[in-house]
């Protein structure tokens, strides 16, 4: 629909008929500027004023009235859009060591690797977080920052679809990536602050104990949940034949269950593919997205339609105003 943001200025539209009745008419010159001995045919006409034609009077008119409607601002709004009216600054930790790359879990009937499977769970988790500022963190030996706190959701599935196993190195640095996601959340409001942590290992690198770290995270109130994945029985080819081992059994499962309990979260042990994408659709139940109970419409400013026609009025009353060059004059007059 059309409307106005400043509607109240059409008041201003009579100001010329106000104008004109109010202000007394210009003098005219009683003494001439010339003085001739006689007179010429249109001296007369000359020596007054020439009344205005009426087309110029509604052209003048005219462009007034789309000056003033300029000035009121006219703005076409759209239909009217959902968006989020508070919404949380969540971090999402991945753990991309050497050892993710195990392939046992499954999507489809297809084996494949722990990072794949994170991969596509969630890369659904951070589709439904609409309102949500979200940031991804990969660690390994490091941990790195891919892509801060945003609200460009795809952005950030962008990033985690290009990363990759090893990427952050081959060991796993459970310390640092708590540590560096405290320090990206310290600025945000303190019930908003949220770190979901997944990893398949053992803390054995980076610089910041990991128990210091959920020391750092309370003070901080950054809440984390913790996710342990990787399958308790794989069967794998040897010398003397196919065995089945357990390829989890490195998972502190005591420290995740620590950091998740003393900050507020919750720790969860995914075996399978299944089990991550409800334990993701758990979170989401747990720190449910923003409220879309607010709406806005995009609005266009169209003031620049009527100042627009208003300036090639004034160009056409400039026109006819211009004296023609006699050269010209001569060519009409043939």
Not at 119 to 133: E, L, M, Q, S, T
Request: proline share 6%.
């Amino acid at each position: 629909m059309l409307e106005f943001a400043w509607p109240w200025l059409f008041v201003l539209l009579p100001l010329p008929w106000l104008a004109a009745r109010l202000l007394s008419p210009a003098r005219d010159n009683a003494g001439a500027a010339l003085r001739l001995p006689y007179a010429l045919d249109g001296m007369d006409a000359a020596a007054g004023a020439a009344p205005v034609a009426s087309w110029r009077r509604l052209l003048a008119l005219a462009v007034w009235a789309l000056l003033v409607c300029a000035a009121a601002r006219p703005q076409w709004l759209g239909p009217p859009q959902d968006v989020a009216r508070t919404g949380r600054d969540l971090l999402l930790a991945v753990d991309a060591s050497g050892s993710m790359s195990t392939p046992d879990m499954q999507i489809g009937g297809r084996a494949v690797s722990r990072y794949a499977a994170v991969k596509a769970i969630a890369g659904d988790f951070i589709r439904r977080r609409v309102g949500d500022r979200i940031g991804l963190i990969v660690f390994g030996s490091q941990a790195y920052l891919l892509t801060p706190l945003t609200f460009d959701r795809d952005t950030v599935l962008k990033q985690l679809d290009e990363s990759s196993v090893g990427l952050p190195g081959r060991q796993t640095a459970i310390g640092d990536a708590v540590g560096l996601a405290i320090k990206r959340l310290q600025q945000r409001p303190r019930d908003q602050r949220v770190l979901i942590l997944l990893t398949d290992g053992v803390n054995d690198a980076g610089v910041l104990d990991p128990y210091k770290s959920i020391e750092l995270a309370v003070a901080e109130h950054v809440k984390i949940y913790t996710i342990g994945i990787g399958a308790d029985a794989m069967t794998v080819g040897g010398f003397f034949g196919p065995s089945v081992v357990n390829p989890s059994q490195d998972i502190d499962t005591r420290l995740l269950t620590q950091m998740a309990e003393k900050t507020g979260g919750k720790f969860y042990r995914a075996h399978d593919t299944a089990e991550l994408a409800q334990i993701y659709r758990e979170i989401d139940k747990l720190e449910p997205a923003a409220d879309k109970g607010q709406q806005f419409r995009p609005v266009d400013e169209w003031f620049w339609w009527p100042l627009s026609l208003a300036v090639l009025l004034v160009l056409v009353l400039a026109g006819r105003a211009l004296p023609l060059p006699r050269s010209v004059r001569a060519r009409f007059a043939q």
